[in-house]
């Protein structure tokens, strides 16, 4: 079994965005040595609790600061931006750091619509025309316009023997569709939706068509875990995450909060009722439990790699989680 981390630089209550982005560094650092596969940097915009908005960023920096693990995106919202562009940042990812860079393209827009709007320069791009922004990505990044493409002389600098491998990221069937069709990697984000997840997935294996860079389907999962020396301080953990899920679900946007502020929450007969409808999507315990669970979701899904999001309150937590988790597997740094 394969690990590998996403990274959402959570905001914590009482910390700031700066502090956010610098434990990102830090996190990718302890992670390599820890063994884990791959690290990927989400986007997210205009948020009180997540820093990370610039993905391609932050992947060149985490690049410099480690040397073994691959490094890429969780993902970039292609439908915000030129296919060319984006292609062109990961060229030059590439290029500094060949053969360790993903992309990882997302179909959802990370934002609300307003600040969708405004990445959009004041537009919304049609969902309608995804598909062909993620085959002129690759296009791009392969030097392999099809003829008669309106942009084929067009060249995405710089050139190179190598490009990265590109995952397309998803929580419904739509993605997964588009993935098999056009010959890319899958990874299903159980960690927003658990509904369905195996069967999307193999959805994308029964229609998988090989491509030049990939020859048969290859797929991850991405689930929420948090591991803990005792079953005790484990569930206090996952009791952030129920009380941040919550006030996202109920428009209470803000940082990730503490383990004080979950315990002391007045939550009311709707609020558990929410946070019930959503223990599907997390993964909590000591390191054998957290194992066996992870264990059992990559045989449902019928991968070798998992993709895991741990946030804490307390940073030291956080790392411990992944420290846990590293040891229960058999990483080897």
């Given at each position: 079994m394969r690990l590998s981390v996403l990274d959402q630089s959570p905001i914590r209550s009482g910390g700031t965005a700066s502090d956010a982005i610098h434990e990102t560094l830090e996190l990718a650092?302890?992670?390599?040595?820890?063994?884990?596969?791959?690290y990927w940097l989400a986007e997210h915009h205009s948020s009180k609790g997540l820093a990370g908005t610039s993905p391609e960023v932050l992947i060149g920096q985490v690049a410099a600061r480690t040397s073994r693990i691959r490094v890429g995106s969780g993902g970039v919202m292609l439908s915000h931006y030129s296919a060319l562009k984006v292609a062109e940042n990961f060229r030059v990812l590439e290029t500094l750091f060949p053969g360790r860079i993903d992309l990882g393209i997302g179909r959802a827009p990370g934002s609300d619509q307003r600040t969708?709007?405004?990445l959009a320069g004041g537009g919304i791009r049609d969902i309608e025309h995804f598909p062909q922004q993620i085959a002129d990505v690759v296009g791009w990044l392969n030097d392999r316009l099809p003829n008669g493409h309106p942009f084929r002389d067009v060249r995405a600098?710089?050139?190179?023997?190598?490009?990265?491998?590109?995952w397309l990221l998803g929580s419904s069937d739509a993605s997964a569709i588009y993935a098999a069709e056009l010959g890319l990697a899958f990874s299903f984000a159980h960690f927003i939706n658990a509904d369905g997840g195996p069967q999307v997935t193999e959805l994308y294996r029964q229609r998988f068509c090989a491509s030049p860079e990939l020859a048969a389907p290859a797929a991850s999962a991405a689930i929420w875990a948090v591991c803990a020396d005792t079953d005790e301080e484990a569930r206090r953990l996952e009791r952030c995450r129920e009380l941040a899920l919550l006030r996202l679900y109920t428009g209470r946007y803000g940082p990730f909060p503490s383990i004080e502020e979950a315990e002391q929450f007045p939550y009311t007969a709707r609020d558990l009722a929410i946070i019930e409808h959503s223990r599907g999507r997390t993964v909590a315990g000591?390191?054998?439990?957290?194992?066996?669970?992870?264990e059992t979701l990559a045989?449902?899904?019928?991968?070798?790699e998992l993709v895991v999001v741990t946030i804490t309150h307390d940073f030291k937590a956080r790392v411990r989680s992944y420290e846990l988790l590293a040891d229960a597997f058999g990483l080897k740094g």
């Open positions: 650092q302890i992670c390599e040595r820890l063994g884990y596969s791959r969708a709007y405004a600098m710089p050139a190179g023997p190598t490009a990265p491998e590109v000591t390191p054998d439990g957290v194992r066996a669970q992870l045989a449902a899904y019928g991968v070798d």
